[in-house]
Structure formats: structure tokens, C-alpha cells
């Protein structure tokens, strides 16, 4: 079952629900990456919004457009309903700091040399900072883009927008970023400096 399409799928959980698990199975690592990436949600308040997500997913499989890739669709509804629970929570998530959750890289470091190791976490941290830092809506297309690695139509089918938006938004977001970064670096040379 696992070399089946997402379309396959879809139509194996339409005829029996249980095969849902098959979806779940396939999304649920990708999508809770993809939430941690974009907010301050905490792993337990991820594995419940995640529950939602397919919940709606099973509830809505029948109006899945096979025009739009499968992806898209879920991950529209994943950004729905986790820019819904985040603003409902914006306060108590604001309150979380970005060393207590680490949003952007999960990736372990195990190259031969030590140094390289601290370097490379050094800049993940540094980018998962300036990403935290930078307006949301940059925020989430650079991490469709970059780290989930959506192309320019996917993102347009999950963010529901027109494609030269999102070209223009994934535009500004760069300079946003490389603003933010420069701005980081400026302040740590200060600090070294004294």
C-alpha cells in the first residue's frame, strides 16, 4: 500500500475509512514539521492540531479537487487550521522564546570535524532566528519554499493565491531575511568588538 498515489489513496479511504491511517502515515512527519517550522506551537499542542488536521481531512475528502495536486491540499488545510489555533493562542505563544522551540532544522550534526559541526548549528540557528524575526507571511512562504520545498503553484494552491503574488512576496521575503541576518550579524560584531 505504500506505492500507492495520493489519488489512490483518496479513493481507498472514500470506499473504507480505515485506510485513513495510510494518509496519516504518508503526512503526519512532513505536516508537523511544517507547523513547528511555521509557529511557537508546542510537539503536544502539535500532535492535537495534527488530529484535527485529518479529522478535516476525512471530512472533506469527498470535495478533494483531483485538479490540484494532493499536497497542496492537505497542506492548505494543515496552514488553515494552524494559522487559525496560533492566533487564537498568539499571546501565550508569544511569551515562548526561540531557544525553547527550535522551529526550523530537526537535523543532526555528525560530520567528522567538531568545528564544522558548530558551525553549521551556528547557522541554522542564525537563520531559524531571522526567520522568527521576520514578518509571518514571509515567514511561512520562504519555509513553503525553501525548506518544505514547494514549488511556485503549490504554494499558490495552499496559500490560495495568485502565482506572481507569491513570486513577489517569496521576493520580499528573501530581502526581509537577508535584512534580518545582516542585522543580527551588525549587532554581534558590536558585541564582540567590546
Same mark, same amino acid.
Given at each position: 500500500?505504500?506505492?500507492?498515489?495520493?489519488?489512490?489513496?483518496?479513493?481507498?479511504?472514500?470506499?473504507?475509512?480505515?485506510?485513513?491511517?495510510?494518509?496519516?502515515?504518508?503526512?503526519?512527519?512532513?505536516?508537523?514539521?511544517?507547523?513547528?517550522?511555521?509557529?511557537?506551537?508546542?510537539?503536544?499542542?502539535?500532535?492535537?492540531?495534527?488530529?484535527?488536521?485529518?479529522?478535516?481531512?476525512?471530512?472533506?475528502?469527498?470535495?478533494?479537487?483531483?485538479?490540484?495536486?494532493?499536497?497542496?491540499?492537505?497542506?492548505?488545510?494543515?496552514?488553515?487550521?494552524?494559522?487559525?489555533?496560533?492566533?487564537?493562542?498568539?499571546?501565550?505563544?508569544?511569551?515562548?522564546?526561540?531557544?525553547?522551540?527550535?522551529?526550523?532544522?530537526?537535523?543532526?550534526?555528525?560530520?567528522?570535524?567538531?568545528?564544522?559541526?558548530?558551525? *553549521?548549528?551556528?547557522?541554522? !540557528?542564525?537563520?531559524?532566528? =531571522? /526567520?522568527?524575526?521576520?514578518? $509571518? +507571511? %514571509?515567514? @511561512?512562504?520562504?519555509?513553503?519554499?525553501?525548506?518544505?520545498?514547494?514549488?511556485?503553484?503549490?504554494?499558490?494552491?495552499?496559500?490560495?493565491?495568485?502565482?506572481?503574488? *507569491?513570486?513577489?512576496?517569496? !521576493?520580499?521575503?528573501?530581502? =526581509? /531575511?537577508?535584512?534580518?541576518? $545582516? +542585522? %543580527?550579524? @551588525?549587532?554581534?560584531?558590536?558585541?564582540?568588538?567590546?
Amino acid at each position: 500500500m505504500t506505492n500507492l498515489t495520493d489519488k489512490e489513496v483518496v479513493e481507498k479511504i472514500i470506499q473504507d475509512p480505515e485506510n485513513l491511517t495510510i494518509l496519516i502515515k504518508k503526512y503526519e512527519a512532513p505536516l508537523g514539521r511544517y507547523i513547528r517550522r511555521i509557529t511557537n506551537i508546542p510537539k503536544e499542542e502539535i500532535d492535537d492540531l495534527l488530529q484535527d488536521i485529518f479529522i478535516s481531512v476525512y471530512q472533506n475528502i469527498n470535495s478533494y479537487d483531483p485538479e490540484l495536486q494532493f499536497s497542496s491540499w492537505i497542506y492548505r488545510i494543515a496552514h488553515n487550521k494552524t494559522i487559525n489555533h496560533w492566533k487564537k493562542n498568539k499571546k501565550i505563544y508569544d511569551n515562548l522564546s526561540i531557544d525553547e522551540n527550535p522551529f526550523v532544522y530537526e537535523s543532526n550534526f555528525h560530520t567528522k570535524d567538531f568545528l564544522e559541526d558548530f558551525e *553549521i548549528r551556528d547557522r541554522k !540557528n542564525e537563520l531559524s532566528r =531571522a /526567520l522568527r524575526n521576520i514578518n $509571518e +507571511k %514571509y515567514r @511561512e512562504i520562504l519555509i513553503l519554499k525553501f525548506i518544505e520545498g514547494k514549488d511556485y503553484k503549490e504554494i499558490s494552491d495552499i496559500l490560495e493565491k495568485p502565482m506572481g503574488t *507569491i513570486a513577489t512576496m517569496i !521576493n520580499r521575503g528573501k530581502k =526581509a /531575511l537577508k535584512k534580518e541576518i $545582516e +542585522k %543580527y550579524n @551588525e549587532n554581534n560584531k558590536t558585541a564582540y568588538d567590546k
